[in-house]
């Protein structure tokens, strides 16, 4: 266990390359992604940051934040198991876009019949900004949500 109490069979993953864009590292999550979530098809280029089990080297939890817009940025998720995510790894994933990438604001569109997600990240703080109808190909709306670093509960 580590200071946390989290088991230490699960690591954080992030590419540590000095490209700005995207690392190998980045293109492995980014893919694992795209095949999880139907519409997503053009993450990159991209900075991710994911969860995977060390005995395996499986990815569990994978996010992908791309087009930067200097104090935004628009963030895509994928999760096997959801028990990764601890209170811990929540926070991990909210310093990166807030404290390393300098953003004021992370925004994500989920599709309207996606209602797990949608109840996923307003218990995490997130908030329902919209609707954006037809966004995805089959016509299907989406809904925009966003979070403020200065609402966000789970970064100091």
Not at 130 to 143: L, N, W
């Amino acid at each position: 266990m580590n200071d946390s109490g989290e088991t230490d069979a699960i690591e954080l993953l992030i590419d540590e390359t000095e490209d700005p864009y995207m690392g190998p590292v980045d293109h492995e999550i980014a893919a694992w992604i795209a095949q999880r979530v139907p519409y997503v098809r053009h993450l990159e280029p991209c900075r991710c940051i994911a969860f995977r089990r060390r005995d395996s080297g499986e990815i569990v939890y994978g996010g992908a934040f791309n087009e930067f817009r200097g104090r935004d940025v628009q963030y895509h998720a994928a999760c096997d198991d959801p028990a990764v995510l601890t209170r811990s790894r929540i926070r991990l994933l909210f310093e990166y876009p807030f404290e390393q990438l300098g953003v004021e604001r992370i925004s994500c569109v989920i599709a309207a019949s996606n209602k797990r997600s949608r109840r996923v990240v307003e218990g995490l703080g997130w908030k329902l900004e919209g609707t954006i109808r037809k966004f995805y190909a089959d016509d299907e709306d989406g809904h925009l949500f966003g979070i403020l670093k200065s609402d966000c509960k789970w970064i100091e």
